[in-house]
């Protein structure tokens, strides 16, 4: 019936019903009122759909003479050369049509070098490459908001091949790893995010100081805040574009998710993630990353809900304040290397200057034109480099 329909051509209707007509050369025009219009049109109509293919060339033959529009109520259809492509046919479904087909195409992506690990009452998703034996001691890798471990695959790949043995776990309520609602288990507060940290440790059996790599926003800056607080358990410290002075912009997703209701809004967008990477590098991600970014917030509300209180716990101001004063010279005399994209469209060169600033014999820059706010997913070659030279 569906292909029957669709194949009928807009010469197959009669011409408009006007709204008079004349019965013979002595009578007066009459009009016909919304009743009759009606009459007429089915009427019509009944003939144009019971006719033969010769009634279409007899309608064609009429079109010429008046010249006049036909009626076709499939018009809005198949008369307009934008819709006529989003005609499904039966036989050739349109892909990827809900949610459920989506997540069955890309449920299993993302996971390299990952497994889950139980602290507490708490599973965490872990990558490792490398082994406990590795001669060059311990990485572990931190992400930031609200993105996933999935960015350090290719840094832990190629600095496992140079003798390391790294660890990138993905944070209570990103990525793959549980993700509690607020309030039962777990309230997304700083002091909570750095508890869960110190036990995962354990279980990972992580006690020799290690080489911390942080970047990015909230959860990153919570990496930089643990530090300060267990310095002795950090032999050295690499800072990849992360928020570092009380003056560092806060981007706009941020912001939008501490707003009363419209931060419920935003916190369920399946596609921030990828949007918030892409948003903040000079690149677009190709489709198979942007499916492992936004398959935790397709699969489920509750990572949404995570990031929404986790920003809504966060004290931005205080979290920097500590920050920038707690890598001072008068503070801290662990090496520092900060890899910083010059591309990164959040943050300014001038946040990593003024660490150095703070702390000149500790703090060393290595920049990399064309990567953005996530180097290790822009150009996680040279990170590796950047990264050789300073361990």
């Avoid at 011409?15 to 007429?40: D, E, M, V, Y």
């Avoid at 039962?184 to 508890?195: I, M, P, Q, R, V």
């Amino acid at each position: 019936m569906a292909s029957s329909l669709l194949s009928l051509r807009a010469s197959s209707f009669p011409s408009t019903p006007t709204t008079t007509t004349t019965h013979s050369s002595n009578s007066k025009p009459r009009k016909l009122g919304l009743l009759g219009i009606a009459r007429r049109i089915r009427r019509r109509d009944f003939l144009a759909f019971s006719s033969t293919s010769s009634s279409s060339d007899t309608a064609g033959e009429e079109q010429n003479k008046d010249d006049k529009p036909r009626f076709n109520p499939f018009g809005f259809v198949t008369d307009n050369p934008s819709s006529r492509t989003a005609i499904q046919l039966p036989q050739s479904p349109a892909e990827d049509g809900n949610v459920g087909q989506m997540l069955y195409r890309i449920e299993d992506k993302g996971r390299e070098y990952g497994s889950y690990v139980r602290s507490g009452k708490l599973r965490w998703f872990v990558r490792e490459t490398g082994s406990a034996n590795s001669r060059r001691g311990t990485i572990l890798f931190l992400h930031g908001a609200p993105t996933q471990s999935f960015s350090y695959r290719e840094v832990m790949s190629q600095m496992s091949s140079s003798g390391y043995h790294c660890f990138a776990p993905d944070w209570i309520g990103f990525g793959f790893s549980d993700k509690p609602q607020p309030g039962y288990g777990f309230n997304y507060t700083e002091d909570e995010f750095h508890s869960a940290l110190e036990k995962l440790l354990e279980v990972l059996n992580i006690t020799s100081p290690f080489i911390l790599v942080v970047q990015g926003f909230l959860v990153g800056s919570y990496g930089l805040t643990w530090a300060l607080k267990n310095s002795e358990k950090v032999s050295k410290l690499v800072i990849l574009n992360s928020p570092l002075t009380v003056s560092s912009p806060l981007p706009g997703l941020f912001k939008k998710l501490r707003i009363p209701l419209f931060g419920e809004f935003t916190c369920q967008n399946a596609i921030e993630a990828e949007r918030f990477i892409e948003g903040g590098s000079p690149y677009v991600l190709k489709n198979e990353k942007a499916d492992v970014y936004r398959l935790p917030y397709l699969s489920s509300g509750a990572p949404g809900f995570a990031l929404l209180e986790a920003a809504k716990k966060a004290n931005f101001g205080d979290i920097l304040g500590r920050i920038s004063s707690g890598f001072s010279s008068s503070s801290w005399d662990k090496p520092i290397l900060l890899v910083w994209g010059l591309s990164d469209k959040y943050l300014p060169l001038s946040d990593a200057e003024a660490l150095q600033k703070g702390n000149p014999d500790a703090v060393q820059i290595n920049q990399i034109e064309g990567a953005g706010h996530m180097p290790q997913e822009d150009w996680p070659e040279k990170v590796v480099e950047a990264l050789r030279k300073f361990l």
